[in-house]
């Protein structure tokens, strides 16, 4: 079993910056996908960031590229997303996924197996 416990979520303002963290226990892999994906009120859950450690692919969402940045402490196992630039449009419940063992990273949540239970990030106009 995996588990994955997020952090580091709350209220920001217009343009703040923020950093999740996802801390994973268990049978964990560097060779698994890690990603993060959101989902806000009343919408479907959508891939944020994601990346296959072991060969250095990362994929961003279009609507985040240039602000936010995926990175993973493979030596303790926390994935990270720092959050710059913020906008009200990403207000949503953040959660961290860890794929499917032998498949490469993907914005489907097909592709991932472990989920946490979600960190809240506001971002106040």
């Known amino acids: 079993q995996v588990q994955l416990v997020e952090s580091g979520g709350g209220l920001v303002q217009t343009g703040d910056s923020l950093r999740l963290s996802c801390a994973a226990s268990?049978?964990?892999?560097?060779?698994?996908?890690m990603g993060w994906f959101r989902q806000a009120p009343g919408k479907e859950r959508e891939f944020v960031a994601g990346?296959?450690?072991?060969?250095?692919?990362?994929l961003y969402a279009d609507f985040v590229k240039g602000r936010f940045t995926i990175s993973r402490d493979n030596a303790n196992n926390i994935l990270y997303l720092q959050m710059n630039s913020m906008e009200p449009e990403d207000t949503a419940v953040y959660y961290c996924?860890?794929?499917?063992?032998?498949?490469?990273?993907?914005?489907?949540?097909?592709?991932?197996?472990?989920w946490g239970q979600g960190t809240q990030v506001t971002v106040s106009s």
């Open positions: 990346g296959n450690w072991d060969g250095g692919r990362v």
């Open positions: 996924a860890i794929g499917v063992l032998g498949l490469q990273v993907g914005p489907t949540r097909d592709r991932y197996r472990y």
């Open positions: 268990g049978r964990t892999s560097s060779s698994r996908s």
